[in-house]
């Protein structure tokens, strides 16, 4: 089936946040709407979308200053999981990163969340820390952060 990206701005804000909001559990990791909008319009805050048979599956929030990066979210719709489109966002990330000459990009994930980290492993991410209690309160239990890195060398 077609697969295609869409790069996304400010306007498509609301899209951003309800595929979010669809793609996780954990009501601490959502922003509004109008968070979205506010962070697309910041500096070097970039967006993808990707879609299969023209149906919205999942996205990506990056963003870049000099020569490093950050992901600061993606997330696939429950439906359209295990068929590769993450990898598929974070490839086309990874060669837009190189066409920027962007040295390394890092990202925080939950200790917890395998799927992820299974992710970022395979895109050549590997760890280089951790943040004891980052996410979650004493109610919903604290989880760690791992802090991983990919480097273009
Ligand atoms: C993490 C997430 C984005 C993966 O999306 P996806 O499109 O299903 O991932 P892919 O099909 O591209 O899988 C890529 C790799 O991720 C890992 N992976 C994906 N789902 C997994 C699962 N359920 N369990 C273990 N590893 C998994 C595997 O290593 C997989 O590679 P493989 O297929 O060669 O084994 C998706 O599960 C999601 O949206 N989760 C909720 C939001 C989230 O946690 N975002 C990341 C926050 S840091």
Redesign the pocket.
């Known amino acids: 089936m077609t697969i295609s990206f869409q790069k996304i701005g400010p306007a498509g804000a609301q899209l951003l946040s309800e595929l979010q909001k669809g ?2 559990q954990d009501e601490e ?1 959502l922003w509004s709407a109008e968070d979205m909008a506010t962070l697309l319009r910041g500096p070097h805050v970039l967006a993808m979308t990707i879609s299969q048979a023209e149906q919205v599956a ?1 996205y990506i929030l990056w963003r870049h200053a000099a020569d490093e990066a950050e992901i600061l ?4 719709l429950p439906d ?9 966002l974070m490839s086309e990330i990874l060669a837009e990163a190189a066409g920027r000459d962007i040295q390394e990009i890092f ?4 200790a917890d ?4 980290i ?2 970022y ?2 895109c050549g991410f590997t760890q280089v820390g951790q943040r004891k209690d980052y996410y979650g309160d004493a109610v919903t239990g604290k989880q760690d952060a791992l802090v991983l890195k990919y480097s273009a060398k």
């Open positions: 793609s996780f990791q999942g979210s993606i997330g696939i359209y999981r295990g068929r590769d489109m993450a990898s598929q990202l925080e994930v939950r969340n395998r799927a992820a299974g992710l492993l395979k």
